[in-house]
């Protein structure tokens, strides 16, 4: 069939099955947008080309399916780069495409010129520069298959306009070959049986889930495996819902910012199973100091990733939810010696909220909302302060549900991922929680919502700072304190009204639960500013409920 390469490249996006894209048009991509026009996908018109990788993150994160963005050459393309390490980082599928200066003109500095195949090649999984029309059908198909595939990811294309607008005899590509790239799904044998050997041999077993665990969809699984072996189970923050927060032998969240209970069991622990976490500095804290007394598992279909960073007694390569079902077929069934036990009186410390005095209590506000919604409610969160008081006190119940920016910790991540997590699955309540600061950076966003009419919930948690940033100024820097305070913000009620969005302000304790209740309640978008305490401070809360510091949330 005969087609420009626009529309090849419109073809490809609907055989891959994409429905949505995020994007922001400009000359070197009209000629894709012409031919956008004529198709049933559905394009959101974002306000800045980064939130259009953030919603396609969200999006990708809650349906499972790979996200895709668009945005045009130059500053477009450039614009974008922060949202592509995002997902990179994070391991999260996603396709973006961007427009180039016609190939002719490539490497002359023209108007809207940039390098982004060389910018992006560090984070993506591969980036594509098409220099010939008919190489668009093979792309998109390695393109979509890269980013789905394996350890997930952002793959780049980038297309020149006068590739746009040549044509081709389209033929799209039944299969992939790509050498070189064969993703290892089952686990060696040999492995597995050792695992499963040190398991038997073990009192104190732990396991510690990662975001890998949610991208192989292995929750059943890793349920299977906690329970027949007896083992309490930590998350990593982007493991977070990948075993459900409410479950008798959740730990929580570990490491720096983490719960007590998490951190000292890993501590403890005679037996530390590692399941897709690549154990950043933020879970670990001291590497040297992690997990003394315990033998390691670490199972990811990485390869690359274990080892890096904590010191494996047993490597497993493979896809965890293919691996954990060929290990459950073995017998590894385990007497509990206490063990449980002694993690549940670890647990009964119940962490308190400290006491605020300027202001309303956040992590008392985010345990109240964690007991009212159903437990398919899609949290979001911004990066901050906010974040690590909701990984703490909101009970994550299903996978899917708890989206946050984690390795490269992205402010402006929270309201245009929460948007896209929102068109990805309408019937769920998508609720965001972002903090004054981050709010700012991607506030643009609004009008998008408002375009899309998506029943965001947005709270603010205003404290007129630069929470995270202050508390480390409090606690490293003598309380010198710089360029953290957010004066001039505006009154985020009125901004809210200007963009047509219903709004309301609470600054009384009494008034927390008929606020959250109104947040809930109202069908639409709205926004909740809720007037937190400025002083108060994540990492004292980890600290003070035990006079035993843990290594883990000592370190830093």
């Avoid at 599928?93 to 500095?109: E, F, H, K, N, Y």
């Amino acid at each position: 069939m005969k087609m420009t390469g626009a529309e090849a490249v419109v073809r490809a996006l609907e055989l891959e099955g994409a429905d949505l894209i995020f994007g922001y048009p400009g000359g070197a991509v009209t000629h894709i947008y012409d031919a956008l026009h004529r198709s049933d996908i559905h394009h959101v018109l974002v306000r800045n080309e980064q939130a259009a990788a953030h919603a396609a993150n969200g999006y990708a994160r809650v349906t499972g399916k790979v996200g895709v963005c668009i945005a045009t050459s130059g500053p477009g393309a450039t614009n974008m780069i922060t949202g592509i390490a995002t997902a990179y980082m994070d391991s999260i599928p996603m396709v973006a495409i961007t427009g180039q200066v016609p190939l002719s003109m490539v490497g002359r500095d023209v108007f809207q010129e940039a390098d982004i195949t060389g910018a992006t090649e560090p984070f993506t999984k591969y980036s594509y520069l098409v220099k010939d029309v008919n190489d668009i059908p093979r792309i998109f198909k390695e393109a979509f298959y890269l980013a789905s595939t394996g350890r997930p990811g952002p793959v780049l294309i980038d297309i020149p306009k006068d590739i746009s607008m040549a044509t081709l005899d389209f033929k799209y590509p039944d299969q992939v070959k790509l050498r070189g790239y064969k993703p290892t799904y089952e686990g060696h044998p040999g492995q597995i049986k050792r695992m499963a050997k040190a398991i038997l041999e073990s009192s104190r077993p732990v396991i510690c889930i990662g975001g890998g665990a949610i991208s192989s969809n292995a929750t059943p699984e890793i349920i299977e495996l906690a329970e027949t072996i007896k083992a309490p189970v930590a998350s990593t923050l982007m493991g977070i819902g990948a075993f459900p927060g409410d479950h008798e032998l959740s730990l929580g969240f570990l490491g720096q910012h983490g719960v007590y209970a998490a951190n000292r069991a890993v501590s403890e622990a005679d037996l530390l199973i590692l399941l897709g976490a690549r154990m950043g500095d933020r879970a670990t804290g001291k590497t040297q100091e992690f997990a003394q007394r315990a033998k390691v598992i670490h199972m990811d279909i990485d390869p690359a990733e274990i080892g890096k960073n904590v010191e494996i007694d047993i490597p497993i390569v493979g896809d965890i939810k293919t691996t954990l079902k060929e290990l459950l077929k073995k017998n590894i069934s385990r007497q509990d010696w206490g063990w449980l036990s002694t993690v549940k009186k670890w647990k009964a410390k119940t962490e308190g909220v400290g006491h605020c005095t300027q202001g309303l209590n956040p992590m008392e506000i985010i345990k109240m909302l964690s007991d009212m919604v159903p437990e398919d409610t899609v949290l979001v969160t911004d990066v901050g302060q906010h974040q690590m008081w909701a990984a703490r006190y909101y009970k994550t119940r299903k996978p899917r549900t708890f989206l946050t920016s984690g390795g490269l910790g992205t402010m402006g991540y929270g309201l245009p991922a929460a948007l896209g997590a929102k068109l990805g699955c309408r019937d769920k309540e998508v609720i965001l929680i972002v903090g004054d600061g981050g709010f700012q950076m991607s506030l643009g966003e609004l009008a998008t919502i408002v375009q899309e009419r998506a029943e965001v919930k947005i709270m603010i948690f205003n404290n007129g700072y630069l929470g995270m940033v202050r508390e480390i100024q409090q606690q490293l820097h003598e309380e010198r304190y710089y360029q953290t305070a957010m004066q001039g913000n505006p009154d985020f009620v009125k901004l809210a009204h200007a963009y047509g969005i219903k709004s309301f302000r609470v600054e009384k304790e009494e008034n927390i639960l008929e606020g959250i209740r109104q947040l809930l309640e109202y069908k639409g978008p709205i926004i909740g500013e809720f007037v937190i305490d400025p002083t108060a401070n994540v990492i004292p809360v980890s600290r003070r409920d035990n006079d035993e510091t843990t290594r883990i949330s000592s370190a830093g």
